[in-house]
T-cell receptor, first 113, second 115 residues
Framework: AQSVTQLDSHVSVSEGTPVLLRCNYSSSYSPSLFWYVQHPNKGLQLLLKYTSAATLVKGINGFEAEFKKSETSFHLTKPSAHMSDAAEYFCVVSLYNFNKFYFGSGTKLNVKP | DSGVTQTPKHLITATGQRVTLRCSPRSGDLSVYWYQQSLDQGLQFLIQYYNGEERAKGNILERFSAQQFPDLHSELNLSSLELGDSALYFC??????????????FGNGTRLTVT
């Protein structure tokens, strides 16, 4: 069975400090993994994707994520938070030919001035 | 800008009514997915179409239906509306019909309010 667990429903950081949003997945097959960001009343925007090439994936707005197969994790990081990063973030797993995208429950990131 | 267009942005209607939500996918994308997002249930997959054919069904109520037209735009029809149908409805498109490493590209959604 496939599933995605976002370990924190809320994360709060100060502006200029590092961001870590945690995601674990469960999959019987080699997955593709994505992170999306959703600002209030907006659609989900693709931040980055992992598709079995390099395990460290760089995305937009300074975000990156590292695929760790041994830990079944795909945590999202950013060295220095900006106020505009305040949003909800979703970790997503997809399996080729299974025609499904599995969404985590989301992590709301709050950035304090 | 994802390239996915959803109309209208907002809909306010009464219980028992019927509405139609429209989605135009990104140029070149053959798959259209519909999702419902509410505060209590999060993001729920409703249905997927690929090149005009229904490909997958999720938690879609019998009162809801969808279709994808030859020009690849899609419509989601919601009927006999109830208060609980109030939510954000998203359309997403993808090149692939089989998931995998082709990401979803989301529109900005239609906010439906049922009064």
């Amino acid at each position: 069975a496939q599933s995605v667990t976002q370990l924190d429903s809320h994360v709060s950081v100060s502006e200029g400090t590092p961001v870590l949003l945690r995601c674990n997945y469960s999959s019987s097959y080699s997955p593709s993994l994505f992170w999306y960001v959703q600002h209030p009343n907006k659609g989900l925007q693709l931040l980055l994707k992992y598709t079995s090439a390099a395990t460290l994936v760089k995305g937009i707005n300074g975000f990156e994520a590292e695929f760790k197969k041994s830990e079944t994790s795909f945590h999202l990081t950013k060295p220095s938070a900006h106020m505009s990063d305040a949003a909800e973030y979703f970790c997503v797993v997809s399996l080729y030919n299974f025609n499904k995208f599995y969404f985590g429950s989301g992590t709301k990131l709050n950035v304090k001035p | 800008d994802s390239g996915v267009t959803q109309t209208p942005k907002h809909l306010i209607t009464a219980t028992g009514q019927r509405v139609t939500l429209r989605c135009s996918p990104r140029s070149g994308d053959l798959s259209v997915y519909w999702y419902q997002q509410s505060l209590d249930q999060g993001l729920q997959f409703l249905i997927q179409y690929y090149n005009g054919e229904e490909r997958a069904k999720g938690n879609i109520l019998e009162r809801f239906s969808a279709q994808q037209f030859p020009d690849l735009h899609s419509e989601l029809n919601l009927s006999s509306l109830e208060l609980g149908d109030s939510a954000l409805y998203f359309c997403a498109s993808s090149v692939s019909g089989t998931g995998g490493n082709s990401p979803l590209h989301f529109g900005n959604g239609t906010r439906l309010t049922v009064t």
